[in-house]
């Protein structure tokens, strides 16, 4: 008897283990397929988009990758990614979870023109339209992603900006944790570099109250790497470097700047136009001393702004101290 006992046991147990292996297998299978023909197509039909071609490279049992993803709008292409790749483990598989996904070699176009500002087919600033203010509403993520996903990221990728007959190109990387999600948080960290100069940005955003930090990390800049962009705003000529760090604080919708801090530091500075030449001022030893120029802004009504000393050298030399300014809004005016 306990004989007969132990051995419905054992094919229980093995008979578990098949059917697990069997629930794993399918898994594996169809993510894959479910991302490629279910999951990716509704999402770019939610926004607006199509998507025109992808391709299934590889399904592994700690991953997969599908590649040669085109999406389109009105018929012309705006996002293609050399690949996307899914990172998993089989137990997630089951709890209808992923751990990773990259978005490998994504070029993305931005258009600055008349109309407003479009991103990848979407204009998202209009220069001739505007939207009333509504209530925030939370974002519902899981309408938009039925799965359980960690983190996003965008590797390798380039935008492409297109500004009065000019184009600048720039390679980014990008990194979202939205495992938070749930509890209200996005984290988001990228990266850009563009003719020599970079950037390096963090942002958090709470989806229940509406805000999102912005914080500028690291930004080095040679002005002169953009000259032909300088020329269609002003007659200068701008040398030196700048270094940039900052952070604010915005409300989504209605959109509100809320807070604002930020510094800017130009050495071996020189700007000349309009008859004018400005430049560093000197230290006792002869060395330059950069410019440092700080705007603060607690409220949406109160700013402060700040500057260093800085000397104009044409047409004469004049030396000018060090600058303050506080401006506060009353009602629509300053």
């Known amino acids: 008897m306990i004989f007969r006992k132990g051995k419905r ?5 093995a008979a578990a283990a098949v059917g697990l292996l069997v629930i794993l297998i399918s898994a594996w299978l169809y993510l894959p397929l ?12 939610k926004i607006d988009l199509t998507l025109e071609h992808i391709e299934i490279r590889r399904i592994g049992w700690t991953g997969a990758e ?6 389109s709008k ?22 209808r979870k992923i751990s990773a996904i990259t978005l490998v070699g994504p070029r993305v176009e931005v258009t600055i023109d008349d109309q407003g500002v479009t991103v990848a087919g979407w204009n998202i600033l209009s220069g001739t339209t505007q939207t009333a203010a509504t209530d925030y509403k939370p974002l519902r993520l899981e309408t938009l992603l039925p799965l359980e996903i960690k983190t996003i990221s965008l590797r390798d990728g380039m935008i ?9 190109e720039g390679a980014f990387n ?60 002003a007659p200068l000529v701008f040398k030196g470097t700048v270094h940039l760090v900052g952070q604010c604080e915005v ?27 400005l430049e560093n001022t000197q230290t006792p030893q002869g060395h330059d001393q950069p410019l440092v120029v700080s705007l603060q802004a607690d409220t949406p009504q109160h700013w402060q702004w700040t500057s260093s000393p800085f000397q ?14 506080n401006a506060q809004r009353i009602t629509d005016h300053w």
């Open 9 to 13: 046991i054992k094919i229980a147990a």
């Open 34 to 45: 479910y991302l490629k023909d279910k999951l990716l197509p509704d999402l770019v039909r």
């Open 66 to 71: 599908l590649a040669m993803i085109r999406i």
């Open 74 to 95: 009105n018929q012309a292409s705006v996002l293609e990614l050399s690949a996307i790749q899914i990172g998993y483990t089989p137990w997630e598989l089951l709890q």
């Open 160 to 168: 492409i900006l297109n500004w009065r007959q000019h184009i600048i």
């Open 174 to 233: 990008m990194k979202l944790a939205i495992g938070e999600f749930q509890n209200g948080m996005i984290q988001a960290a990228m990266a850009i570099s563009s003719r020599g100069n970079k950037v390096e940005a963090t942002a958090n955003f709470d989806n229940r109250t509406g805000k999102t930090l912005l914080k500028v990390t690291d930004l080095d800049l040679n002005p002169e790497s953009f000259s032909d962009l300088l020329k269609e705003v």
């Open 251 to 277: 409300q989504i919708n209605p959109f509100q700047l809320n807070t604002f801090s930020g510094q800017v530091a130009f050495s071996q500075l020189g700007i000349s136009g309009y008859g004018i030449t």
């Open 312 to 325: 104009l050298s044409h047409p004469a030399y004049t030396l000018l101290p060090e600058i303050r300014i």
